[in-house]
């Protein structure tokens, strides 16, 4: 039996990126050392993304960087509507072991809400704890710890 990784790469470029795309950058190059390991990978990612992986799920069709330009109530909904599309596929199937999640405070605090039903998550912060004091200091699923 194989292990299965939702990779969620996010909803704001492709992987790999064409250009700049740090989170995308570790995605594309973590993704293939775990399918060489055997890891199965479900790419969360935006469709225009051309990483080879065993499954991808995509809700947007092209990146949405670009919208991160625009005023932020017109831009708050990106994340969760990409989460939510994450959060459909965990709960419509049984094959996922494991979340790996790059989608900064947004993805910690939608798979922490899943509860204990929930595949486990590991989440890669890519900016600094200061960011967002209020999620990562006071969250037990930033520590792991309840």
């Not at 039996?1 to 190059?29: F, R």
């Not at 935006?46 to 092209?62: C, I, Y």
């Not at 965990?90 to 993805?107: S, T």
């Amino acid at each position: 039996m194989s292990l299965t990784v939702l990779m969620n790469a996010g909803p704001w470029l492709p992987v790999p990126p064409k250009g700049y795309g740090g989170i995308e950058n570790i995605v594309a190059t973590l993704v293939p050392e775990l399918r060489r390991l055997g890891v199965r990978v479900v790419l969360a990612t935006v469709g225009t993304s051309e990483l080879p992986v065993d499954e991808r799920l995509s809700v947007f069709a092209e990146g949405q960087f670009a919208a991160l330009q625009r005023p932020y109530n017109q831009v708050c909904g990106i994340s969760q509507a990409h989460l939510n599309g994450v959060v459909r596929a965990l709960r419509a199937r049984d094959d996922i072991d494991l979340v790996h999640d790059h989608v900064e405070a947004a993805g910690l605090a939608t798979l922490a809400a899943l509860g204990p039903d929930a595949p486990p998550a590991l989440h890669t912060l890519h900016w600094d704890l200061a960011k967002h004091p209020e999620l990562y200091g006071t969250s037990t699923a930033a520590t792991g710890y309840g």
